[in-house]
């Protein structure tokens, strides 16, 4: 069984800030690892994913993510956020089964 | 390819009546899944296909609840009888048969049971 966490439901932050979504994960085989955001009214958009290979993941809109293994993390990161960017943001993983778990999100909320 | 295609984009219903949600994934994709997403549950799988079979189907909440896949371009997800509870977002997602790839996801249906 895999499992995802997403530690803060809401991440408050100003626009050209720097912002840091947490994601933990866990399961007993070796996964896949995905962030996607979800604009208001929309489905998920894939941001990045990790699949192997360096650690570094860089994804669409300046995001990227990095992958550690030793943590069990995989965590999203942006250096200077936009007012656009207010969204939520899902962490989500995949192992040896073909379906997406995902994490509870995160609302990403950029304020002038 | 126009990306996964769900209809209808809205739906309101009485309680009781039947409900059908219908999805179009993008062509070549082996498998479709179904997803149901609420305020209080987030994101849950609820069942998925792969070339048209029923893989899993656990995480359908009840025996209300019915999904076909009668080709490769087609899947149906049906509720009967709608209870206000069934109210949430179901997205439809479709992927490669490779266990690397992401699931691109439909724009959802928004199903409203009064």
């Known amino acids: 069984a895999q499992s995802v966490t997403q530690l803060d439901s809401q991440v408050p932050v100003f626009e050209e800030a720097p912002v840091e979504l947490r994601c933990n994960y866990s399961s007993s085989v070796s996964v896949y690892l995905f962030w996607y955001v979800q604009y208001p009214n929309q489905g998920l958009q894939l941001l990045l994913k990790y699949l192997s290979g360096s650690t570094l993941v860089k994804g669409i809109n300046g995001f990227e993510a990095e992958f550690n293994k030793s943590q069990t993390s995989f965590h999203l990161r942006k250096p200077s956020v936009h007012i656009s960017d207010t969204a939520e943001y899902f962490c989500?993983?995949?192992?040896?089964?073909?379906?997406?778990?995902f994490g509870s999100g995160t609302q990403l909320t950029v304020l002038p | 390819d126009a990306g996964v295609i769900q209809s209808p984009r809205h739906e309101v219903t009485e309680m009781g009546q039947e409900v059908t949600l219908r999805c179009k994934p993008i062509s070549g994709h082996d498998y479709l899944f179904w997803y149901r997403q609420t305020m209080m549950r987030g994101l849950e799988l609820l069942i998925y296909f792969n070339n048209n079979v029923p893989i899993d189907d656990s995480g359908m909440p009840e025996d209300r609840f019915s999904a076909k896949m009668p080709n490769a371009s087609f899947s149906t997800l049906k509720i009967q009888p709608s209870e206000p509870r069934d109210s949430a977002v179901y997205f439809c997602?479709?992927?490669?048969?490779?266990?690397?790839?992401?699931?691109?996801f439909g724009q959802g249906t928004r199903l409203t049971v009064v």
């Open positions: 997602a479709s992927s490669f048969n490779t266990g690397n790839t992401e699931a691109f």
């Open positions: 989500a993983v995949k192992g040896s089964a073909r379906q997406l778990t």
